[in-house]
């Protein structure tokens, strides 16, 4: 374990009472770099024991969600929760509110661990878990790495089967939409579900659910080929021929399924289009120029942009979490604000007691909304756009994603998060 030699390290930041930033060695950041001294984590990459009987893996931060999910198919098994984007790492999952598909069932991915070994601000190593410092297992999980460096995690694992049975729900409203995902929360037999509004009159619902049967009419659907098609598309070009109300369906092998908004990151690769000149968003181009539009090639590209800091701020970068009674409201402003489409909705259980965490002093379910899009190249007006929806969120009862873009002021910030 290198957990010691990293302890030294922080220690010694902390005498001299000096600050400092982890270096990981990849990141999923959305923020632009900064150059201050560093702790490296970077070897912390380890996968160190999966006990089968247990439904337990032990791995180390810098594991990423593809390695992760090879290791325990291996042995017939899933996390419960898996971040969409391959590169996204167990420890960034702890530390940023990741928020899937299954968490409207299983929670955030940290309230898939047992427990956490972590490195605190001057150099002790503790276990936190349930039981065992809980209150900052818990504070922990969002706080984007603040309260401490976790070197470990135990995370519990569920059976796995070959397929996802996923249907799609031709939605006409907003309304309707949101409607459909809280009914569909309630339906044990689902897995997964998230949705996806093209419009005010277009929105999909997705429901998932495992399966080891494929019909035997059946073709399975993948998604993570160059030739293969961007989810939201095949989802826009799937369901645009149905009336509300309609449905229709996919068979797509498990680990496909777990990672098909990786392709187009989303759909946020498009604007990288925009960068390459005249060249036309269609098929043959994605295929042309694949090897670019996942994930990890389009964070590096993000990163290491040339120009000013600002770069980095160009698109509306955004994951907020409302009541269900309150999330039209809010979608409402943004289609008249920003005008940014599609969005990206995932039912999330509700959370208890204090934490980081997007939530309601109810701790009731909450609807989280994805909006990322191109804004205003205007700084200063890109900086009242998001302020104003800070202002519209709060008002409406609900909470950001801290990983996302945030402009509170001090004073601001510790009024929400006291």
């Known amino acids: 374990m290198l957990a010691s030699p990293i302890a030294k390290t922080v220690r010694s930041f902390y005498d001299r009472g000096e600050s400092f930033r982890i270096f990981r060695g990849s990141t999923n950041s959305t923020r632009p770099p900064h150059h201050e001294k560093t702790v490296d984590i970077s070897a912390l990459s380890n996968i160190i024991h999966i006990n089968q009987d247990a439904h337990t893996i032990l791995v180390e931060p810098n594991v990423p969600m593809d390695r992760l999910v090879a290791a325990t198919l291996q042995h017939n098994l899933i996390p419960p929760v898996v971040m969409e984007f391959p590169g996204i790492t167990a420890g960034g999952g702890y530390a940023a509110s990741a928020g899937e598909s ?120 993948t998604f993570s080929r160059a030739w293969d098609p961007w989810y939201y598309l095949h989802l826009q070009s799937k369901t645009a021929p149905l009336n509300p109300a309609g449905t229709t369906s996919d068979y797509v ?54 120009g000013s800091e600002r770069s980095a701020f160009g698109v509306m970068v955004q994951d907020l979490a409302l009541p269900y009674a309150t999330a039209e409201a809010f979608i409402d402003y943004t289609a008249t604000e920003l005008d940014i489409w599609p969005l990206w909705l995932c039912p999330l259980r509700g959370v208890q007691g204090a934490t980081f965490h997007p939530s309601t002093t109810l701790a009731e379910p909450m609807l989280n909304i994805g909006l990322w899009g191109r804004a205003s190249r205007d700084w200063n007006t890109f900086v009242c756009h998001n302020r104003r929806l800070e202002k519209v969120l709060g008002t409406l009862g609900g909470r950001k994603v801290l990983y996302s873009h945030t402009y509170y002021t001090e004073e601001e910030f510790w009024a929400l998060y006291d």
Request: aromatic share 14%; with cysteine.
């Open 102 to 221: 299954s968490s409207f069932k299983h929670g955030y991915f940290d309230q898939t661990a047992n427990w956490v070994e972590m490195i605190l601000g001057n150099g002790d190593i503790i276990k936190a878990s349930p039981t065992e410092n809980s209150d900052l297992f818990q504070g922990a999980a969002g706080a984007l790495g603040t309260l401490g460096i976790m070197t470990l995690i135990e995370l519990r694992l569920i059976p796995a089967k070959k397929y996802v049975c996923t249907t799609y729900h031709r939605t006409g409203s907003v309304a309707e939409t949101i409607e459909t995902i809280q009914r569909e929360t309630q339906d044990a037999g689902n897995d997964y579900i998230d949705g996806i509004i093209f419009s005010k009159t277009h929105g999909v619902v997705i429901t998932g659910r495992m399966t080891d049967s494929l019909p035997s009419t059946t073709k399975p659907q």
């Open 253 to 306: 092998p498990l680990p496909e399924y777990l990672f098909r908004w990786d392709r187009g990151g989303f759909w946020v690769g498009r604007e990288a289009f925009s960068y390459f000149g005249p060249i036309p968003f269609n098929r043959y181009t994605r295929w042309f120029l694949d090897d670019f539009m996942h994930t990890r090639m389009l964070y590096r590209a993000l990163h290491s942009g040339s």
